[in-house]
């Protein structure tokens, strides 16, 4: 059973609830639009009227709503939305608090990096200061009707940090913030003094990104999140902010990523993996007989179920009697070989990066909704995702390519398991599969798409705003290509968000199969993240072999088109020989035409010039060992991702 919302027609009706709210667009409101599921007790997300019919997936702010009715019910509807989302939430999803120049007074800055109308933010304490982001009616517009509202997101500077009564960072258990443990204690003064307040912290408790919340009011969920910057909650997690950015620059920054992509809740992956159950959220609101309950929102994730043997990390459970051939080899490529006389005489090499592949790979991408079964010579079916056990070694394929079937790109020696993408790959390039066993999931559908939607315009408005539009590769590729050269001369804080956006589609896949980490945690042990739906590393294995497969289609059209093969693959990116320093010089037609086996541009898929060295520079490298894709643009021994 396919599900989703795409392979049944949707059913006309309105479902009642006390709040009209028209369904969001994913991309550019107004008003910034996030919501969570906050890991708390609370009800299920209420009734909501909405003009769109069945649990759809969220639709897009142009050509998605026309396809539903025309461009004048698309625009009325987006209309809609941004004046509900607006009149919900004024000041806007998140601020930066600071000690005011004058004084001991706090000042809030809005997520367009100008102070915040109204009172200022007072205390005492934390709690105070939570009681003024309700009153300031801080927060964001949900984006899916059967979602939740954002949480307002506190940004607390040291200053203000201090100011509020918050230790600073140190090895002092008893009085100071330890990263080591990542949270006060339960003794701390200003943890007792919330919960005096009746508010409740999560199981995370009170750490750099703090989550506090109370029990909720009429039927109304109160919930704050904290972002401690004197405890690291910025450094490292995907962000990488520019040095000595002032209170409203770093609120104006992350006010964008928040516009963009989502409210920050945490590492960038987190805050991906929020975004994903946010436009895909687990449960809606459905009437019984006896009032209303909650049920499943058809196409998203809403059970937690173990995933296959052959899938799972090394430390889970039921890795612990597996034989060392029973697993899902699922990484990217790292490969080379020898050069060719051809390519050694040639005088440079040339990187190629693929744009956002792993981002690219989940675009309708069919992935598990439900629990693995296992069956004995199943029939290959491409769309059921699963892994499965076949032999592929058979298989002659092209020896300057990479063989796509393993992840060192060497050929596959006998039975192995692989995924449904790499799979129907194999079938694709001519092999008789014939699987042993599989591990198979019968329900099914494009999960990530609403994710991948709105991550895409993230990239292509921050790539726009840095100076290099989506067209600009198809009207003049060197253009193109002058402007990405110039990409690092852009304004440090859109550089920040874009390298944050990157981030944050790398390290939501990276979520799906997250291993065990922090302080507590012993080998054999479950860990948290296996009960959450969002975990299942098969989803993780579909994106990287299907970003994998796509990479090696495209390079096998090269070669045939241009008779110029890699001898270098990393990841996404891949080197070749090529008579100057330019990507023109690997991707230039004989009439004089630029291929688009590999196409230039900004699009999430395409390419992108990496760096380019000498020759003897590869040589040197090759007899070394080293993959020249890893050293293709700094050069040396040591790479930047190293």
């Known amino acids: 059973m396919h599900l989703g919302g795409f392979c049944r027609p949707p059913v006309p009706g309105a479902v009642p609830g006390p709040v009209p709210v028209p369904e969001p667009g994913p991309v550019r409101t107004a008003a910034v639009a996030a919501a969570t599921v906050a890991p708390v007790a609370g009800p299920e997300p209420e009734p909501v009227r909405t003009a769109a019919p069945g649990p759809a997936p969220v639709r897009a702010k142009g050509r998605g709503a026309e396809g539903r009715g025309g461009a004048g019910r698309g625009a009325v509807e987006v209309e809609d939305w941004e004046q509900a989302a607006a009149a919900r939430f004024p000041g806007g999803p998140l601020v930066v608090v600071e000690v005011a120049a004058g004084g001991r007074a706090l000042v809030a800055y809005g997520a367009d990096g100008a102070e915040l109308a109204g009172e200022p933010p007072m205390g005492p304490g934390v709690a105070g200061l939570l009681e003024w982001a309700l009153a300031a009616r801080l927060g964001s517009a949900r984006l899916h009707r059967y979602g939740k509202d954002g949480d307002p997101l506190l940004v607390l500077t040291e200053a203000a940090a201090t100011e509020l009564g918050l230790p600073p960072a140190g090895r002092d258990e008893k009085t100071q913030y330890v990263a080591r443990i990542g949270r006060l204690p339960d003794t701390h003064k200003q943890v007792k003094a919330l919960a005096k307040e009746g508010w409740q912290l999560t199981r995370r408790g009170f750490g750099p990104w703090a989550r506090i919340y109370r029990e909720p009011e009429a039927g109304r969920r109160q919930c704050v999140q904290l972002c401690v910057l004197p405890w690291g909650a910025l450094d490292g997690g995907g962000w990488k902010l520019p040095d000595g950015l002032a209170a409203p620059e770093l609120a104006r920054l992350l006010g964008t990523y928040a516009r963009r992509v989502h409210t920050p809740r945490g590492s960038t992956a987190v805050s991906g993996l929020e975004l994903v159950t946010a436009l895909r959220p687990p449960t809606r609101p459905v009437r019984t007989g006896s009032g209303w309950t909650s049920g499943p929102v058809e196409g998203s994730r809403h059970r937690v179920f173990d995933a296959a043997p052959p899938e799972v990390p090394d430390e889970h459970p039921l890795a612990a009697e597996r034989e060392d051939d029973a697993v899902l080899v699922t990484e990217a490529w790292d490969w080379h070989r020898p050069l060719t006389g051809r390519e050694a005489a040639a005088p440079f090499a040339v990187g190629l990066d693929v ?117 600009l590769a198809d009207r003049d590729p060197a253009a193109f290509l002058e402007a990405m050269a110039r990409l690092g001369e852009g304004d440090p804080a859109e550089l920040a968000v874009l390298g944050a956006i990157k981030q944050t589609a790398k390290g939501t896949i990276g979520k799906f199969r997250e291993r065990p980490r922090g302080f507590g945690y012993r080998p054999g042990q479950r860990w948290s993240a296996l009960d959450r739906p969002t975990w299942d590393p098969l989803v993780r294995a579909l994106v990287i072999d299907t970003a994998t497969v796509n990479l090696h289609r495209k390079l096998a059209r090269l070669h045939a088109e241009l008779g110029i093969p890699p001898f270098a693959v990393l990841s996404d990116c891949a080197v070749f020989a090529a008579p100057g320093p330019s990507a023109l010089d690997v991707l230039r037609r004989p009439d004089g035409g630029v291929s688009t086996a590999l196409r230039l541009g900004v699009s999430p898929g395409h390419v992108k010039f990496e760096g380019s060295r000498p020759i003897a520079e590869i040589r040197e490298l090759l007899a070394d060992g080293a993959n020249p894709a890893r050293h293709i643009k700094t050069g040396g021994l040591v790479s930047a991702d190293e």
Do not use: C, I
């Open 355 to 471: 744009n956002m592949a792993f981002l690219a790979a989940a675009g309708r991408l069919n992935v598990p909704l439900s629990e693995p079964v296992h069956e004995l010579a199943p029939a290959f079916d491409r769309k059921t995702p699963g892994s499965w056990r076949a032999d592929l070694s058979g298989l002659a394929l092209d020896p300057l390519l990479p063989n796509p079937f393993t992840a060192d790109g060497s050929a596959p020696t006998g039975p192995a398991w692989y995924s449904t993408a790499k799979l129907a790959y194999a079938v694709e390039l001519g092999a008789d599969v014939r699987p042993s066993e599989g591990w198979l999931r019968h329900e099914s559908g494009p999960y990530l798409d609403p994710w991948h939607k709105r991550l895409r315009q993230a990239y292509v408005d921050t790539m726009a705003g840095l100076g290099v539009p989506l067209d």
